[in-house]
């Protein structure tokens, strides 16, 4: 029972939060229209691959240590 009342409340958070995120980015005018907008933005935000810049460190191997002791 704990577990669906865990789930329960996961999602009124998230929907809370997704409310006010439409209030405060666009305001209360077409709150549908824009709620819309937001959910297409996050789509489009979590669908895309992160991609990693490659630079001349990445190359790099790590130093060895030739002393004795380490």
């Known amino acids: 029972m704990a577990f669906i ?4 409340w ?8 997704f ?7 666009h305001g209360p005018m ?3 229209e824009n709620a819309k ?3 297409e933005s996050l ?3 979590f669908g895309k691959k992160i991609e990693k810049k490659k ?4 190359k790099l191997t790590p130093r060895i ?5 380490f």
């Open 55 to 58: 630079d001349e460190s990445d």
């Open 37 to 39: 907008k937001e959910k």
């Open 19 to 25: 409310a006010f995120t439409v209030l405060f980015e």
């Open 5 to 8: 009342r865990f789930i329960f």
């Open 10 to 17: 996961g999602a009124i958070f998230v929907g809370s939060a």
């Open 43 to 45: 789509q489009a935000m």
């Open 65 to 69: 240590s030739t002393e004795k002791g």
């Open 30 to 32: 077409n709150f549908g």
